[in-house]
């Protein structure tokens, strides 16, 4: 089983910036891609960025292309989420999840282990 484990979630004012962790509790060779997600309240989670443990080749959601960046460290089990130039529409709970999968991978269907969330709140 494998845990995940976010932090770094926060009230940012709009422009600003925050990095977001994403802690594997132990990484095995069918964990092949790390995806971030969000939800807002009364929306649908949607699919930010993924990045594929051996390859690192990133995939982003065009909302976020050009101000966030999704990288991991492979000895460290972690994944980050830089976030910079935040708007309001930013705001979310943002999940960390797990997949077997590399393709496909803004399919949320295709990830099977998901963190608790970190909220982000952007003030206008």
């Known amino acids: 089983q494998v845990q995940l484990v976010e932090s770094g979630g926060g009230l940012v004012q709009a422009g600003g910036s925050l990095r977001l962790s994403c802690v594997a509790s132990r990484r095995t060779f069918a964990r092949s891609t790390m995806g971030w997600f969000r939800q807002a309240p009364g929306k649908l989670r949607e699919f930010v960025a993924a990045?594929?443990?051996?390859?690192?080749?990133?995939y982003y959601a065009d909302s976020v292309k050009g101000r966030f960046t999704i990288s991991r460290d492979n000895a460290k089990n972690t994944v980050w989420l830089q976030m910079n130039s935040l708007k309001p529409e930013d705001a979310a709970v943002y999940y960390c999840?797990?997949?077997?999968?590399?393709?496909?991978?803004?399919?949320?269907?295709?990830?099977?282990?998901w963190g608790q969330g970190t909220l982000v709140n952007v003030s206008s």
């Open positions: 999840a797990s997949s077997p999968y590399v393709i496909s991978l803004p399919n949320d269907a295709r990830y099977d282990h």
């Open positions: 990045i594929i443990w051996s390859s690192g080749r990133t």
